[in-house]
């Protein structure tokens, strides 16, 4: 009776064993399962940063062209761009001039 018993036990406990192996796998496919998914979402999260990069370096590179040449143009023709004091039409919000308020109000 003891080895009936025996046998009884050690199948009970191999199929513990084998349903806690069996819970075990799952939860370790799913661990996996998780860790795929979160791989493949950062891979398409890195390309869509890339790629706004690569769009973000593109503009900065076509407004620094436009600065270069608009730079270029200010320096050929820097005598039509020059402002003058004389041509400097004052307004009544600005600070006076060096030489005074020459202009302004009525001359007593």
């Known amino acids: 009776m003891m080895e009936k018993e025996s046998e009884s036990i050690d199948s009970m406990i191999a199929r513990h064993i084998g349903v806690f192996a069996e ?4 939860k ?3 661990i996996v399962e998780g860790q795929q998914a ?5 891979d398409r999260r890195l390309a869509e940063i890339e790629h ?5 370096e593109h503009k900065l590179d076509a407004v620094a062209a436009d600065l270069s040449a ?3 143009d200010t320096e050929v023709h820097r005598k039509v761009y ?9 307004s009544p919000f600005s600070p006076p ?10 001359k007593t």
């Open 52 to 56: 706004r990069s690569g769009c973000v």
């Open 82 to 90: 020059k402002i003058k004091e004389d041509d400097f039409v004052k």
């Open 23 to 26: 819970s075990i796998q799952h």
């Open 70 to 72: 608009h730079r270029a």
């Open 28 to 30: 370790l496919d799913l």
């Open 38 to 42: 979160l791989s493949d979402r950062m």
């Open 97 to 106: 001039l060096a030489g005074g308020d020459e202009g302004e109000g009525e």
